[in-house]
T-cell receptor
Framework: RKEVEQDPGPFNVPEGATVAFNCTYS??????FFWYRQDCRKEPKLLMS???SGNEDGRFTAQLNRASQYISLLIRDSKLSDSATYLC???????????FGSGTRLQVQP | DAGVTQSPTHLIKTRGQQVTLRCSPI?????VSWYQQVLGQGPQFIFQ???????GRGNFPDRFSARQFPNYSSELNVNALLLGDSALYLC?????????????FGPGTRLTVL
């Protein structure tokens, strides 16, 4: 089983739609969680950290369910510029390493 | 301020050759991590260095090695290249040795092994 699993997509949605991505992780001891965004042939960039109480940044909302080892990202009012691959990331504290899922590709269409 | 820089941008090598990739962290950052990203996958952790010492290692063969210099820049070396080593190699810098420090990625070096 992969340490971090995501639906690869692609998710094709119209502008203005709400879209949700899900991710599961295998290490129940994990403490820190993130969503990164990666544009085609570019480096990953931190989108937001994910906190236990859930957190929001503009149109983006992240949720964490520790009991189910499940992380989600909700994007409201999708823009063309949101088209990218979204990477679910868990911090492996022992190895001081970020463990990435394979990414979910989002294509927002006009 | 400059972000993380990596060189070269692209590289083409043949099987069996050796390659050295370079990374300069953000000014003031003392930790550098290396990741390999093959097409269609997320980045995979290779090494982390802090204050010139290896602090973490991923599941990569001994053909992969790295080091960090007194100015905190870093090199990743790969010996006896295989076709499967073709990937985007990403360097990330973070402020210090705390594992929860945010990692900022450079643009990567795209390595093609023929």
């Amino acid at each position: 089983r992969k340490e971090v699993e995501q639906d690869p997509g692609p998710f094709n949605v119209p502008e203005g739609a709400t879209v949700a991505f899900n991710c599961t992780y295998s290490n129940s001891a994990s403490q820190s969680f993130f969503w990164y965004r990666q544009d085609c042939r570019k480096e990953p960039k931190l989108l937001m950290s994910v906190y236990s109480s859930g957190n929001e940044d503009g149109r983006f909302t992240a949720q964490l369910n520790r009991a189910s080892q499940y992380i989600s990202l909700l994007i409201r009012d999708s823009k063309l510029s949101d088209s990218a691959t979204y990477l679910c990331v868990v911090l492996d504290t022992g190895r001081r390493a970020l463990t990435f899922g394979s990414g979910t590709r989002l294509q927002v269409q006009p | 301020d400059a972000g993380v820089t990596q060189s070269p941008t692209h590289l083409i090598k043949t099987r069996g050759q050796q390659v050295t990739l370079r990374c300069s962290p953000i000014s003031g950052h003392k930790s550098v991590s290396w990741y390999q990203q093959v097409l269609g996958q997320g980045p995979q952790f290779i090494f982390q260095y802090y204050e010139k010492e290896e602090r973490g290692r991923g599941n990569f063969p001994d053909r992969f090695s790295a080091r960090q210099f007194p100015n905190y820049s870093s090199e990743l070396n790969v010996n006896a290249l295989l076709l499967g080593d073709s990937a985007l190699y990403l360097c990330a810098s973070s402020l210090g040795g705390v594992s929860t420090d945010t990692q900022y990625f450079g643009p990567g070096t795209r390595l093609t092994v023929l």
